[in-house]
């Protein structure tokens, strides 16, 4: 199986943003455990961060015909992205929304997301966890 891993906006920051809620793991080392987790499972992975919304959508078209499914992490477009969650419902790949936190506990804009009614399943609050579960959920409907 291919997976796409797309993190959104300030992942980048990772390691040194908001340590206490995103956790001290650098986005290379996030990186690194999802592509180990994935190799474990026999999947291949293709990793990408950008903090631009069209650049997202431009890293799901250009990577949907190579990928089996989709784990995102829309970050603060989450909230607000229409255009992301169109471009998932409109390339139909299975798709995985994680999150390092658990945005149901967090603010109350952070609460509500745009992008999980064209997901199968969130993962959520269990920092690196949370990506690795994902893979699992895809390994999970592998096939079907």
């Not at 996030?30 to 994935?38: E, F, P, S, V």
């Amino acid at each position: 199986m291919n997976v796409l891993v797309i993190h959104g906006p300030n992942l980048h920051l990772l390691g040194r943003r908001d340590p206490g809620i995103y956790g001290t793991a650098t986005l290379a080392r996030l990186n690194a455990g999802i592509k180990k987790h994935a190799a474990a499972l026999g999947f291949k992975v293709r990793a990408f961060q950008s903090n631009s919304e069209g650049r997202i959508i431009d890293l799901l078209t250009a990577n949907a015909a190579w990928a089996d499914a989709l784990v995102i992490n829309p970050a603060a477009y989450t909230h607000y992205s229409y255009a992301i969650r169109d471009a998932i419902e409109a390339l139909a790949l299975p798709a995985v929304e994680v999150h390092l936190s658990d945005i149901s506990r967090r603010e109350p804009f952070r609460r509500v997301s745009v992008i999980r009614p064209v997901c199968l399943a969130q993962f959520k609050g269990e920092g690196a966890l949370s990506y690795l579960k994902a893979l699992d959920y895809c390994a999970s409907i592998k096939g079907k």
